[in-house]
């Protein structure tokens, strides 16, 4: 697959407001209120993938078990109706290895970013259902892949980090669309229900607080 330069300018304009998406609310807690927090099973309203015949996979090595912080519908620029609704933040420590999630060419690497600062690394993989999966947050120089690599499930990605003021290190992992027809970054992206078949029951995907272990497959 050929990879058009120009779109790595394009994406640039997107991933800078991207990085807005957990700087500002890097706590991994929808409790702004005090209580209890309240625990999102999902988005409401929406249909999700059989997990257990998900083409998806966790984005990080089979043996490996990480802890959930804000996932879909679960406050902040998660929260119900938000472009990254349907995002997934994995806590991760800075250096932890992250996978693809299915197979794919990757479409965009920018790892410059050094961690806690604001430009953000992310990595970019477009598979074979035609989504846009972006991982976002990498360590400086984190990136194993290049621009115009194939991969298949379960190959390397990258590192985790803290870039693009991270409140905390982990990986923000998401699904989203891209229109041709406009310059990527001057519209708002939509993101997209995904499950796992390679981890316990997770019929509404990943669910905040809760740790899933990656299963062999």
Same mark, same amino acid.
């Given at each position: 697959?050929?990879?058009?330069?120009?779109?790595?300018?394009?994406?640039? =304009?997107? =991933?800078? =407001?991207?990085?807005?998406?957990?700087?500002?609310?890097?706590?991994?807690?929808?409790?702004?209120?005090?209580?209890?927090?309240?625990?999102?099973?999902?988005?409401?309203?929406?249909?999700?993938?059989?997990?257990?015949?998900?083409?998806?996979?966790? $984005?990080?090595?089979?043996?490996?078990?990480?802890?959930?912080?804000?996932?879909?519908?679960?406050?902040?620029?998660?929260?119900?109706?938000?472009?990254?609704?349907?995002?997934?933040?994995?806590?991760?420590? =800075?250096?932890?290895?992250?996978?693809?999630?299915?197979?794919?060419?990757?479409?965009?690497?920018?790892?410059?970013?050094?961690?806690?600062?604001?430009?953000?690394?992310?990595?970019?993989?477009?598979?074979?259902?035609?989504?846009?999966? !972006?991982? !976002?947050?990498? +360590?400086?120089?984190?990136?194993?892949?290049?621009?115009?690599?194939?991969?298949?499930?379960?190959?390397?990605?990258?590192?985790?980090?803290?870039?693009?003021?991270?409140?905390?290190?982990?990986?923000?992992?998401?699904?989203?669309?891209?229109?041709?027809?406009? $310059?990527?970054?001057?519209?708002?992206?939509?993101?997209?229900?995904?499950?796992?078949?390679? +981890? +316990?029951?997770?019929?509404?995907?990943?669910?905040?607080?809760? +740790?899933?272990?990656?299963?062999?497959?």
């Amino acid at each position: 697959m050929k990879i058009q330069k120009t779109y790595h300018i394009l994406i640039t =304009i997107v =991933i800078s =407001i991207a990085t807005l998406t957990c700087s500002k609310n890097d706590g991994f807690n929808n409790n702004n209120g005090g209580g209890n927090p309240i625990i999102a099973n999902g988005c409401d309203g929406y249909a999700y993938p059989n997990w257990v015949s998900s083409p998806h996979k966790l $984005p990080y090595p089979v043996g490996q078990s990480y802890q959930i912080g804000l996932s879909h519908c679960s406050g902040a620029e998660h929260s119900f109706g938000e472009p990254d609704q349907f995002a997934i933040d994995i806590l991760m420590d =800075i250096g932890t290895l992250v996978t693809a999630a299915r197979a794919g060419y990757i479409l965009f690497v920018e790892e410059s970013g050094v961690d806690f600062q604001e430009k953000n690394n992310v990595v970019v993989l477009l598979d074979e259902d035609s989504y846009f999966i !972006q991982y !976002q947050h990498l +360590t400086h120089n984190g990136a194993i892949v290049e621009e115009g690599d194939f991969v298949e499930a379960g190959d390397p990605i990258g590192y985790s980090g803290a870039s693009g003021n991270a409140r905390a290190p982990h990986l923000h992992f998401v699904a989203t669309d891209w229109d041709f027809s406009k $310059p990527y970054g001057t519209y708002p992206y939509n993101s997209f229900q995904m499950t796992f078949s390679n +981890t +316990t029951e997770n019929p509404r995907s990943l669910i905040q607080y809760e +740790t899933y272990e990656a299963l062999p497959y």
